[in-house]
């Protein structure tokens, strides 16, 4: 999981990651950005009194960094800027022009759009999240006349932000707001109060401080606005339409579609403890008997986050729980459905294969597990581009990727002197061979670095 601190100490870099990082996206006119989001600064700021030396040292740092001078003044000038779309550089010039005038308060706005962004551009690279210096009293009246003004469908507004102090502790309080311009409503209109316990993940910050009742105040509402957009999304309506399409069809035409279970124990070995064919449960086998994917399921004995990280049994893991990660205990009840595939593919003759894409996660019986397993082909491009019919190029996709000659990406010049020399070189002979291959006829005793994913 991504961890990024969220305080004034990393706004410095935000303009650097919108030019670095959101690049190679197309233009889109105002009417197909996806979503449409302005935030406003917070109407009504209290403070408590004993944080005038916070506020001080705050606003030198919003100077230095925001001055005539500054290097994100230049970034925003040179000719590399430039060449960003058109949506990216709205963003970074909204977030520059915003954070001349920003106060402690108003770095709120700032981090909500930083996180907002972070969470939305994958799935949205033609968003458009803006911040405003404006005020709202959070009327409805004068939230619809600012979203029409800015052409905007959301507003995320902050009526009201109050720093205090209890019982000798530090916290916050966020009413937030958000608003919905085609339904001319409220989506979101609550209170959030934020303890000074650092939160870690994406929020972490100092403990004690103020900045951490913030992002113990924001972390909870940003969800829900992310969860308010991400419903009213028109693409990701679509997207929720064709998966449970998908799924039918793969439970219909693929789950109880015979295989030759033979064919595959020919291929591992009967002393491969690490596979356990009894748990076959579904075969794939290309047309031209070359290739192949099985899926595999068991129930396991209950153990720990410390048991899976020490034994030999896979290098990659991923975990999916219904706990969150900062639960008590979450780490101590790992869930007991354990899946897995196997893929094969043949070269000179000999057959190559793998387990991979190891899952333990808590479906409430092997039936649904061996569905919800066998539902992970919709990303693993089993299916042709927005249709439920089969992808014809699904044996040389993903699962089946091929080395690739990095001399020929777009990004060499940038990368390739660098980041990717090493790899490239080590590769090169191994060009256009797929990487199932290209793994075992590497150095087969070198140490393997194991990676749990939690979600």
Not at 50 to 70: H, L, R
Not at 250 to 264: E, V
Not at 417 to 444: F, H, T
Request: glycine share 4%.
């Amino acid at each position: 999981m991504r961890s990024i601190r969220y305080n004034y100490s990393s706004m410095k870099h935000i303009l650097s990651l919108l030019i670095l990082v959101l690049t190679f996206v197309h233009s889109f006119s105002q009417s197909n950005f996806e979503p449409q989001l302005l935030i406003l600064a917070p109407s009504n700021v209290k403070y408590e009194k004993s944080m005038d030396s916070v506020i001080a040292v705050f606003n030198k740092k919003i100077e230095m960094q925001y001055g005539k001078s500054s290097e994100m003044g230049k970034q925003l000038n040179s000719a590399e800027f430039q060449k960003q779309s058109v949506n990216m550089k709205r963003i970074a010039e909204s977030s520059y022009n915003f954070g001349k005038s920003m106060d402690y308060g108003s770095q709120i706005s700032f981090l909500s759009q930083n996180y907002l962004l972070y969470r939305f551009y994958e799935k949205f690279p033609n968003l458009l999240i803006l911040l405003d210096s404006n005020k709202s009293d959070g009327s409805l009246h004068d939230l619809h006349d600012m979203a029409i003004r800015a052409q905007m469908q959301y507003i995320l507004n902050f009526p009201s932000v109050e720093f205090y102090k209890q019982d000798g502790e530090s916290y916050s309080k966020i009413r937030v707001q958000l608003y919905d311009q085609f339904s001319n409503g409220l989506l979101i209109d609550s209170m959030y109060i934020g303890n000074s316990l650092n939160p870690s993940f994406e929020f972490a910050c100092e403990n004690g401080t103020f900045n951490c009742t913030i992002n113990n105040a924001l972390s909870p509402s940003l969800d829900g606005i992310i969860r308010e957009i991400s419903l009213n999304s028109p693409t990701l309506q679509n997207e929720r339409k064709l998966a449970k399409e998908r799924a039918a069809v793969l439970m219909n035409d693929y789950y109880k579609k015979p295989f030759d279970k033979a064919f595959i124990s020919s291929i591992i070995a009967s002393k491969d403890t690490n596979i356990n064919l009894k748990n076959l449960y579904q075969l794939m086998v290309s047309d031209d008997k070359a290739k192949f994917v099985g899926f595999f399921l068991e129930k396991v004995q209950p153990q720990d986050f410390r048991g899976i990280s020490k034994n030999q049994r896979d290098a990659n893991v991923n975990i999916i729980s219904g706990k969150s990660i900062k639960d008590s205990g979450f780490l101590n009840a790992i869930p007991q459905t354990y899946a897995y595939i196997v893929k094969g593919v043949i070269y000179k003759n000999k057959w190559y294969f793998e387990k991979s894409n190891v899952t333990y996660f808590e479906p409430e019986d092997n039936e649904e597990g061996r569905l919800q397993f066998l539902n992970n082909l919709q990303e693993w491009n089993f299916f042709a581009v927005g249709s439920t019919k089969p992808n014809p190029d699904f044996w040389e996709t993903s699962l089946f990727a091929k080395i690739q000659d990095k001399r020929k990406d777009p990004d060499w010049d940038k990368y390739g002197n660098n980041i990717w020399k090493s790899e490239e070189e080590e590769n090169r002979k191994y060009i256009g061979m797929y990487e199932i291959v290209v793994d075992q006829l590497k150095e087969k005793d070198q140490p393997q670095i194991k990676h749990v994913t939690i979600h």
